[in-house]
């Protein structure tokens, strides 16, 4: 497998209010796991900044424009209650789209097998037209609908094993079968979506978790209802929307995942990826709030995506 790793500075100047628990020490974090000498064979590129108007293939213009408008010239706007913009917040916005964009291409163009994108914003809370929870744009939606564009693929399952529920994903692809959204979450949770009576087109799979349940109940989600949805619809594309909020240790939630846990979550996807899509998997960093715990279950996503 050829596993390939998008990251880039600007990354680190996208930022938020003290304390807050999406910030660029997550990222410094995930990069002192990955100079070990396991990842020696990662392809290791920095992130090209995007195309403005892929932006447009999930979101209105208005919203755009919207977004641009509030970024400040010093110090930070507020979007929504727990989310902010700083002065490099587009630029860091734009260069996560088009590392999400550019994975896409090198797994089509088969410069690699599989694509990590180390990014911050992250972006399944992304709806539409509104940008909340941490995220401004939504990475993996525009993403999966530049596979359909610049590809002419038909079917693009987006997997999302963050500990919330991707709102944003689902919003945007709610009356689209083309598209499947599938995630395991916690519930109760922020931001409250993500029943399994909640079907769209028939093309969203919910899976949510009760509060303290850990391992057992993840993984039977994945095997009783994400997996088989994805044999049902053989995606010719696997996205995967990877936050690491339900390890253990995340202080923003109560799922008790561990590391173990996203590397054997990882093969599951990687078998449909070869089964379907000749190999064509491209994961992007969401959540995953302990420094500790993202970084090491990152790491362990990571180097099952080298190992095959
Ligand atoms: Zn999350």
């Avoid at 401004?136 to 610049?150: E, T």
């Avoid at 303290?212 to 009783?224: I, Y």
């Amino acid at each position: 497998m050829v596993t390939r790793l998008y990251s880039h500075p600007i990354y680190l100047e996208h930022l938020t209010t003290i304390g807050h628990p999406e910030r660029p020490d997550r990222l410094r974090a995930l990069s002192k796991v990955l100079e070990d000498s396991t990842f020696d064979a990662l392809d290791r590129v920095q992130s090209p900044m995007g195309d403005e108007a892929t932006i447009l293939y999930a979101h209105p213009e208005t919203f755009l424009e919207r977004v641009r408008s509030m970024i400040p010239e010093t110090g930070l706007t507020r979007v929504d209650s727990d989310t902010t913009v700083s002065p490099k917040s587009w630029e860091a916005a734009l260069t996560a789209i088009g590392a999400a964009n550019a994975a896409v291409d090198d797994v089509f163009a088969g410069r690699a097998d599989n694509v990590f994108v180390a990014s911050r914003p992250p972006g399944h809370h992304a709806e539409r037209d509104k940008a909340m929870g941490f995220c401004l744009f939504n990475n993996a939606a525009i993403a999966a609908r530049h596979a359909q564009k610049a590809y002419g693929i038909e079917r693009v399952a987006i997997v999302d094993w963050d500990v919330h529920h991707g709102n944003g994903t689902q919003d945007i692809f709610w009356d689209d079968p083309s598209v499947l959204y599938s995630s395991t979450h916690q519930m109760p949770l922020y931001p409250g979506t993500g029943a399994k009576d909640e079907t769209g087109a028939g093309n969203i799979v919910n899976a949510p978790l009760s509060p303290q349940t850990g391992s057992d109940h993840f993984r039977e989600a994945f095997n009783t209802r994400i997996l088989p949805a994805i044999d049902a619809f053989q995606p010719e594309l696997v996205i995967i929307s990877a936050g690491f909020d339900a390890h253990h240790r995340d202080p923003l939630a109560e799922i008790n995942l561990f590391e173990d846990d996203f590397d054997w979550a990882t093969g599951a996807l990687m078998e449909r990826a070869g089964s379907y899509a000749s190999n064509r998997l491209v994961s992007l960093l969401e959540g995953g709030y302990d420094l500790k715990g993202m970084s090491l279950s990152a790491g362990a996503h990571i180097r099952r995506l080298m190992g095959g």
